[in-house]
């Protein structure tokens, strides 16, 4: 067994460097402004969902690894030496991989590229060191008006992103940004990612989580605990609001809020021949914030103080640009319906990048905890927002639903 040397006297086993479970093993986001953005979204219902690298990360990636409460520890305006500094409060939610980029600030400053890559090496060993059985990370990025580097600041760069490249190694895994051929047209300001230029970032992450974890297929290890149908069988569902068609047991679709459209419902397979629930969209819509529900609603077991999430599987076919998300969502109600609990995970229908061809999602929600309260009611399922349209829009699109479940998260999950 062979040590890899990594920099300032650690060394680490090379077996240490094998394939993750997929499921329960925890990832966690770090760095400035861009790996912030990580959930943040323009308004739902007037263009593109996430402009965020590391949502496209996870949702590309087929949810694979876990992203616990707090896990995009970015913060605007960090330095490197501002990382390094909150270093604790990162491992202490326990990553089996950090993910990240840092950096551009530091560049921009003019700081030296020896102080840098000194402390992104500080920052690499110390996860290491601390669990973290990968470090994946981003090279700088490069600037376009009205955010250009400096010619000096420039140069700071490429010779950080060079020193990047050159320490990969089993456990370290650099994604190479300049090999993305980016561009102005990918950058809402010249400095941060729009939805477009996220999605790259996002596509190449995915690919290496892709090549460090076992599972091909993350939600066949879920042990579903609450979904009441997780396998969308039978016909006997409810239609409401000018929905028709069929829809799974326990579930409901409903089309009051879809402007007009004719949502229809059926039963079929996935592209795997597992069975699903299809909804067809198609005819115009009109009007603002207008969307298509598909939901479970049931008594609830949970009690509060109990940590949940869920995941969806998806396809999606031949969308159109006014289908801007398909948003799984997990809700708990006490017995008034006020809200103890909810969380989204967002696909972003319209981003850039997306074919219009079947596509695979698996969703994740992220995790979030049930405030204090008496759970009474527990709802599953899925959002499906259009865009504002002031006249009438046409809209079109296929959205399969497979597997669908719930759960509590297990300690350390």
């Given at each position: 067994m062979h040590a890899i040397g990594l920099g300032l006297g650690i060394g680490y086993a090379a077996t240490e460097a094998v394939a993750l479970n997929a499921l329960d093993d925890r990832i966690v986001f770090d760095g400035d402004s861009i790996v912030a953005h990580g959930h943040a979204t323009v308004d739902a219902y007037a263009g593109n969902g996430s402009w965020g690298f590391s949502t496209w990360a996870l949702a590309l990636s087929e949810g694979r690894l876990f992203q616990p409460i707090g896990g995009n520890l970015g913060v605007s305006g960090d330095t490197v030496a501002d990382m390094y500094a909150r270093r604790a409060a990162t491992v202490a939610r326990l990553p089996k991989v950090v993910c990240g980029m840092c950096g551009t600030n530091d560049v921009g400053a003019g700081t030296a590229a020896a102080t840098i890559t000194a402390g992104l090496r500080a920052y690499w060993n110390y996860m290491l060191a601390s669990g973290a059985r990968y470090v994946v990370w981003c090279t700088i990025l490069?600037?376009?008006?009205?955010?250009?580097?400096?010619?000096?600041?420039?140069?700071?760069?490429?010779?950080?992103?060079?020193?990047?490249?050159?320490?990969?190694?089993?456990?370290?895994?650099?994604?190479?940004?300049?090999?993305?051929?980016?561009?102005?047209?990918?950058?809402?300001?010249?400095?941060?990612?729009?939805?477009?230029?996220?999605?790259?970032?996002?596509?190449?992450?995915?690919?290496?989580?892709?090549?460090?974890?076992?599972?091909?297929?993350?939600?066949?290890?879920?042990?579903?605990?609450?979904?009441?149908?997780?396998t969308m069988t039978g016909t006997g569902g409810s239609l409401n609001g000018g929905a028709t068609g069929v829809v799974a047991d326990g579930f409901g679709l409903d089309a009051t809020q879809a402007g007009g459209a004719n949502v229809v419902g059926s039963k079929g397979v996935l592209a795997d021949g597992s069975p699903a629930q299809i909804i067809t969209i198609s005819g115009s819509y009109s009007g603002s914030g207008r969307y298509i529900n598909f939901a479970s609603f049931s008594a609830s077991t949970l009690e509060a103080g109990d940590e949940l999430e869920y995941v969806a599987e998806i396809e999606v076919e031949g969308l159109s640009a006014e289908i801007v998300r398909v948003t799984p969502i997990a809700a708990v109600y006490d017995g008034s319906f006020a809200t103890l609990f909810q969380s989204e995970g967002v696909y972003a229908g319209d981003s850039a990048g997306h074919?219009?061809?079947?596509?695979?999602?698996?969703?994740?929600?992220p995790p979030w905890t049930i405030q204090a309260g008496a759970p009474a009611w527990e709802l599953f399922g899925l959002a499906i927002g259009f865009k504002d349209a002031a006249g009438p829009t046409a809209v079109a699109g296929t959205i399969r639903i497979g597997e669908n479940k719930a759960r509590k998260v297990p300690p350390g999950g």
């Open positions: 490069p600037r376009f008006a009205p955010n250009s580097l400096s010619g000096g600041s420039e140069t700071i760069r490429q010779a950080v992103n060079a020193w990047m490249l050159a320490q990969a190694s089993r456990r370290i895994k650099i994604v190479d940004c300049e090999a993305l051929d980016l561009s102005s047209d990918d950058f809402g300001d010249g400095l941060h990612p729009n939805t477009g230029g996220a999605f790259k970032i996002g596509q190449a992450v995915a690919a290496v989580l892709d090549a460090i974890t076992t599972a091909a297929d993350v939600i066949a290890g879920w042990t579903n605990a609450y979904s009441v149908n997780p074919p219009d061809a079947v596509e695979r999602q698996v969703i994740r929600t």
